[in-house]
């Protein structure tokens, strides 16, 4: 959970609840903006390869807040934050792998000046 509380806090995201055991006896963390987790991550197995979470930014600067913050939380860059205009024209995006392999992607959808760089 340590990856995810520094990764996501650019993005305002806090660990709001943690449960040791679940049904399968795994540990969990629910983080969201507020009192209110909305993104949970567990560590009940299962995955034969990766996941791809993607979750909103409110600007740029916390896309590029949030690339930082995970490549010093024991991230390894999988895309540096900028325009990804295949997307959509206002797509800013970066994507960091968490210590298991999963890819992260912080977006902002809305227009902006000059992005930051990382």
Not at 67 to 91: E, I, Q, V
Request: aromatic residues 10%; negative net charge; proline residues 7%.
């Amino acid at each position: 959970m340590a990856f995810y509380a520094k990764a996501l806090a650019p993005l305002g995201y806090v660990l709001v609840m943690e449960v040791d055991q679940t049904e399968n006896a795994h540990r969990a963390g629910g983080f969201g903006i507020g009192n209110k987790p909305d993104f949970w991550i567990g560590g009940e197995g299962g995955l034969n390869g990766s996941l791809h979470i993607a979750i909103a930014a409110s600007s740029r600067e916390a896309v590029d807040a949030f690339h930082r913050a995970a490549l010093t939380a024991g991230g390894r860059d999988n895309g540096a934050p900028g325009l990804r205009p295949h997307y959509h024209p206002n797509y800013y995006a970066a994507f960091v792998l968490d210590p298991d392999g999963h890819n992260i992607e912080a977006v902002c959808h809305l227009p902006g000046d000059t992005p930051q760089t990382a």
